[in-house]
């Protein structure tokens, strides 16, 4: 049973960093894209960043700079280390699995949730200004 669990999620301040994780089991195989998501209340979902399994990744705009993902492959897990954080950024993050296994991360990964067929259960994100 494939299954992904987000951790990290805290209350930090303004300018402060983080680093979500996001450890995969139960995967036929490894090469699957993870996709970060977020959603703050009243807001829909966004995209943050995503990354394959070779590590090609990239990240909405307002990600680049600040946030940056990698892959553990030993430990199955990937991160999302978050920088500078802004009370803007608050929000439940969730990673999603692609079990299609792109080479490079589609242009359109961010507008297309609906390719991550497995979601975690989300980690609260919380920056206090």
């Known amino acids: 049973q494939v299954q992904l669990v987000e951790s990290g999620g805290a209350l930090v301040q303004t300018g402060e960093s983080l680093r979500l994780s996001c450890v995969a089991s139960g995967f036929v195989h490894d090469s699957y894209m993870i996709g970060w998501f977020r959603q703050a209340p009243g807001k829909e979902r966004e995209g943050v960043a995503c990354v394959t399994d070779i590590g090609h990744a990239d990240y909405s705009e307002f990600a680049k700079g600040r946030f940056f993902t990698s892959r553990d492959a030993a430990k199955k897990t990937i991160y999302l280390q978050m920088t500078d954080l802004k009370p803007e950024d608050t929000a439940v993050y969730y990673c999603?699995?692609?079990?299609?296994?792109?080479?490079?991360?589609?242009?359109?990964?961010?507008?297309?949730?609906?390719?991550?067929?497995?979601w975690g259960q989300g980690t609260q994100v919380t920056v206090s200004s």
């Open positions: 999603a699995a692609d079990v299609d296994a792109p080479v490079r991360v589609p242009k359109t990964w961010a507008s297309d949730p609906s390719r991550f067929e497995d």
